[in-house]
């Protein structure tokens, strides 16, 4: 009937709104008491709206730390010394902002904003090496100072990817009616797939960077500039991206 169709859209509804709110810093359980039919149209429409919004953003996490990691493994060959320290200072830069701030960070933007600042600092990382590039007489200050940039900007990052992880995988296992320990390793199993992928594509750039600048002569830092478009290209999709049920971003 008319009726028991609207209440089954309410019940849908008030989940997916429990699941847009903001997300605190722990995980929520999964209810096993929901009546809603799994067959339903609509809950099958829910279903693939949180699938395919996780499957969107992972994506782009995926591109732009790759491309960002990406310059990390470069910077030794190009810059030597220099490259190690940047190095060091990337990885201190961000345990400690894991420790102290990333937290309080992602509270205070919420996990959407935190997820594009995130991307943001990796981006104005790799634009350091451009301009080490193009003005050598300041290229200590701008590597480092961008190593610094995205170690603070991939704590926030991880943090505020946790926070969305976790929405998106509560609220696929309340429509779904299945444990939150399932919904979990199903979602983590593609996350992980994709972050190794993109890892994997943009790091064999790399070796094509030598293989290009040995044959034909060109400037070895070609590399880095497609490494920023990528980031850029990255984070403007994520930008853009709307809608997706659970985790929304």
């Known amino acids: 009937s008319a009726l028991t169709k609207m209440s089954e859209n309410n019940k849908i509804d008030a989940l997916i709104a429990k699941s847009k709110e903001s ?5 929520p359980r999964a209810s096993t008491s929901t009546t809603i039919k799994q067959n339903s149209p609509l809950v ?9 919004h996780f499957f969107l953003v992972t994506v782009y996490v995926s591109i732009n730390h790759g491309a960002a990691l990406s310059c990390l493994i470069l910077a030794s060959p190009f810059f030597g010394e220099l490259g190690a320290y940047q190095s060091a200072a990337y990885f201190l830069s961000y345990t400690v902002s894991t420790l102290l ?5 992602t509270k205070q933007l ?5 997820l594009a600042f995130g991307l943001w600092m990796n981006c104005i990382y ?32 991880w943090t505020s990817q946790g926070v969305f992880f976790v929405g998106s995988c509560s609220a696929y296992a309340e429509l779904s009616e299945m444990e939150m320990e399932d919904a979990t390793k199903y979602f983590g199993g593609l996350f992980g797939f994709m972050v190794l992928l993109f890892e994997t594509v943009l790091e064999s750039v790399s070796g094509l960077n030598n293989i290009v600048v040995a044959r034909w002569d060109w400037r070895g830092h070609w590399a880095f500039w497609f490494y920023f478009v990528t980031s850029i290209v990255a984070v403007l999709g994520l930008s853009v991206l709307r809608g ?6």
Request: glycine residues 14%.
């Open 244 to 249: 997706g049920g659970a985790g929304r971003v």
């Open 101 to 105: 701030c990333s937290v309080p960070i």
């Open 126 to 157: 790799i634009l350091g090496f451009l301009i080490a590039f193009a003005i050598p007489s300041i290229q200590t200050p701008s590597i480092i100072i961008g190593a610094v940039v995205k170690g603070v900007g991939e704590a926030v990052l």
């Open 110 to 114: 919420g996990h959407r904003c935190g």
């Open 44 to 52: 099958v429409k829910k279903q693939n709206e949180i699938k395919c």
């Open 23 to 27: 997300f605190e810093i722990s995980t």
